[in-house]
């Protein structure tokens, strides 16, 4: 599709003040702006106002014109979906159309025709595609600023208190000497060898594969058990490296396929075989998969190895969604009265996700797995769905992993405010600088150009980040799932520290011994900024 201008389109952003005054500035003057970098008498007010100088207009302007490179197809449908709809029907309270009514439509409308369009998706396009003027209310955009602002104000504040707290642990504890002990980022002797099973839970009537890791070379007496829960349209495959590292030490790892909101699913909604992101039911049918791997090698054991597997003892590892499946796996329950409070937020992106649960029809039983032993969750999603109360249900250890930058499980909001609602004494918080909640290695080109499109973001590999991440998975699986005290040297924020030595993007750890001080850290915050709604 060529770039064109409608036939209808936006002339102007009328800018609504709390007096009868209003202000408006012409689409046109933006064009020009973006075109050749010209302030005309309408911007030059604007430009004034805000005291810009010659550096900040050149940012203004690059604004304007970046484009985001991604696929037009399935960024429509995305866009049709209950999640897109959502978004939309919250931007549209900020971005009204001429009159005071939501701009959900007319927004969707040029966000996609935009993205068609051969200029591509940008600020720019997307204001020309317009079909509508608009109205910005002054109010509520300041409002929402202050708001971001709060949000970079708590990052910063509690990434500080973090790096303070695990300071103190590393103090508080007796001095290790980690060059003396085995380097958990290698990988173990012991093998790898990997098979895909397919199964069918006719129960469920659902048909899903299972990536089946287990070691060359077994270690003596039971073999213990993972099982691994990928996030959101994600795969098994985007978990190799976790599985690999840990079947190397021994671990039978298994990585099963959620299918109702996988990456195939997201292909499906691309393919118009779906209308959803998700389905609604992949809230209990991701636990459920859980416990019906876990069958099927309790049915398995004896004949494909040798009764070797202590299936009574098992480790689930999550991601993001497949964090909430450890969770509920793990006796989290959802708090659908907490939950239809928090979803009147707008600035928790994981909310969109979270706040499918409320269409279940069927309320969620309790998915619990006595067998579940230990769980790890990275970049989880928690907050809303489960609250204070559903949490409190998890009795188990949990290792949680935060990332800093992580836009879609935001930092303070999904790790550090719930962190003190587990109700277990063997718990840790890991947290990364650097993280964004995926590792960018395994992204496809329009996603990566999205975050590209942020260019001041610095960015670790993905390697370092995951090397953290194995050597305190399996430090955490030795100490909670087979009780191996000599890893418990590693379990504590002086390892943190040593792994972090000479890297510009660190770790840090606290674990139970710090939930007081940080619960008085939240305490002192809230003090400080009384409208920041935690």
Known sequence: ???????????????????????SLSISSLEIFAADGKVDRSLADYMRFARANEEEKERFREV???????????????????????????????????????????????????????????????LRHLPTNIEIDLRRALSLANRVDLIITATNFFHDEIFRLAQQEVVNASPVDFTKLPDLRLPGELGVEKKRWRLRDSSRDRNFEVDLY?????????????????????????????????TSYGYVVAVPQHPGSDSQHLQDLKAGLSRQIFLTSEFI????????????????????????????????????????????I??????????????????????????RALSLELKADNLKDERIKAIGITNPLKSAIFGPSGLASVSLPVFVQAGVYD???????????????????????????????????????????????????????????????????????????????????FMQSAYAEYLSQGKEF????ITNASTKSLEEAITRFLDQHPSFDF
């Open 285 to 328: 049918d991701r636990p459920q998969d859980i416990s019906y791997v876990i069958d099927e090698l309790v049915r398995l054991n004896q004949r494909y190895f040798a009764g070797k597997l202590d299936l009574n003892r098992v480790a689930v590892i999550g991601h993001s969604f497949g964090g909430y499946t450890a969770l509920a």
């Open 506 to 509: 660190k770790n840090f750890l």
């Open 1 to 23: 599709m060529g770039s064109f201008v409608p036939a209808q389109a936006a002339q102007t952003i009328n800018f609504l003040t709390p007096s009868p005054l209003k202000f």
């Open 407 to 489: 836009p879609l499980t935001p930092f303070v909001l999904e790790q550090v405010r719930p962190f003190p609602w587990l109700n277990t004494p063997n718990k840790y918080l890991s947290v990364q600088e650097g993280d964004i909640h995926v590792n960018i290695s395994n992204l496809d080109a329009g996603i990566g150009s999205l975050i590209d499109f942020f260019a001041y973001l610095s960015l670790p590999e993905s390697a370092l980040l995951t090397s953290y991440n194995q050597a305190f998975l399996l430090a955490f699986l030795e100490v909670h799932l087979l009780d191996n005290e000599d890893f418990l040297p």
């Open 330 to 355: 793990a006796g989290a329950t959802i708090d659908f009265d907490h939950l239809k409070k928090e979803c009147e937020r707008h600035l928790n992106l994981s909310l969109l996700l979270q706040c």
């Open 64 to 126: 304007l014109l970046k484009r985001a490179e991604i696929d037009p197809i399935l960024f429509s449908r995305l866009l049709r979906t209950e999640m897109g709809e959502d978004m939309l029907s919250r931007w549209g309270q900020h971005i009204a159309i001429q009159g005071g009514r939501n701009g959900k439509y007319a927004l969707r409308g040029a966000l996609i025709k935009s993205a068609f369009d051969d200029n591509g998706l940008s600020l720019i396009n997307i």
């Open 214 to 246: 287990q070691p060359k070379k077994w270690r003596a007496g039971q073999t213990p058990v993972v099982i691994i829960s990928h996030g959101l349209s994600s795969s098994p495959q985007n978990f190799a490296d976790y599985a690999e590292h840990l």
